[in-house]
């Protein structure tokens, strides 16, 4: 799942982050109103992490930007400004939760995690390629029954495979997705994350899930040419 923190406070906003790629997630990060509105028009995220006072403006200006042209991504504000009138004008203009600074990092990403399943359309689908299961709403992984240990980071992976199971997906469209807008293209970390699946994945299973697409990239299932 990918997220966007809309933050001025540079070290807040580093710290946010560094909790939810730990989660694993992936996070983009904006300090202004400006930047902060541009990366929701040309990238799709998950949910918005979002601080009211900004420097070039108000975050609640861009909340009401974001839904006055429909765009339904959650939107959690975080902000040291906790009177009860300014969450009344947060939830009204859209907000999906209002969290008062200081924050527990484990509550916002619980909070997160729940704005996330109640703005899906239906609950997270279970995921099933031939013996292997992906449960994403308990971000569990099973193959013939076995619950398969992995770190955030190799469920992130998993899950995106299964989520397009059949079709060629490319080392940039993982790194995009997984780790953000701030990767290395030449990075071997997605080789390095695909090997550690596929040893896992083999223990249990007798079928080559994820395959390799030689100058493609990677599929997850049958693949048809």
């Known amino acids: 799942m990918k997220i966007l923190i809309i933050e001025d406070d540079q070290t807040l906003a580093k710290n946010l982050k560094r909790v939810l790629v730990k989660d694993g997630f992936a996070v983009d990060i904006s300090s202004t109103w400006e930047d902060g509105l541009a990366q929701t028009e040309i990238n799709e995220y998950d949910c918005v992490v979002l601080d009211i006072n900004l420097p070039d403006g108000s975050g609640f200006d861009l909340l009401s930007s974001l839904r006055e042209t429909e765009n339904k991504t959650p939107v959690v504000i975080v902000t040291a400004r906790g009177q009860v009138e300014d969450r009344i004008k947060g939830l009204n203009l859209g907000a999906d939760d209002y969290v008062p600074k200081p924050v527990d990092s484990s509550e916002l990403i619980a909070r997160i995690r729940s ?42 992976v998993l899950e995106y495979l299964a989520q397009h199971s059949g079709q060629i997906i490319t ?32 223990k249990h299973s007798k079928n080559n899930l994820i395959k390799t697409i030689r100058g493609k990239g990677y599929i997850l299932g049958r693949y048809e040419k």
């Open 171 to 202: 080392r940039t469209m993982l790194m995009e997705h997984i780790w953000g807008s701030d990767f290395e293209t030449f990075s071997n970390v997605i080789d390095v994350y695909i090997r550690n699946l596929r040893r896992k994945l083999e």
């Open 115 to 156: 704005v996330i399943r109640r703005n899906t359309q239906s609950p997270l689908p279970v995921l099933v390629i031939s013996d292997l299961v992906v449960k994403p709403a308990e971000h569990v992984a099973a193959v013939s029954n076995c619950n398969l240990d992995l770190t955030a980071k190799e469920f992130a």
